[in-house]
């Protein structure tokens, strides 16, 4: 699998970028981009959180070997 094909990777680093610009919005008093950047991370993550506890943990559960010690 390529690497941009993975979206678990790609999101991550999306939210990684996210949290960057916000972060030197703050460095820079910027407020009305770290409340843009803010908005727009969580939103996201919201998403990804969702799509995981609901795709992929359940997938993940059924496969034989998720079960074992």
């Known amino acids: 699998m ?12 999306l ?16 407020w009305g981009t770290v409340n843009q950047a803010f908005k727009e991370l969580v939103t996201h993550l919201k998403r990804h959180m969702a799509l995981e ?3 992929l943990y359940p997938a993940y559960e059924s496969m034989p070997h998720a079960h074992m010690a």
């Open 2 to 13: 390529n690497s941009t094909d993975n979206w678990l990777e790609h999101e991550h680093s």
């Open 15 to 30: 939210y990684e970028d996210l949290l960057s610009q916000c972060m030197n919005a703050v460095k820079m008093e910027d």
């Open 53 to 55: 506890e609901e795709v």
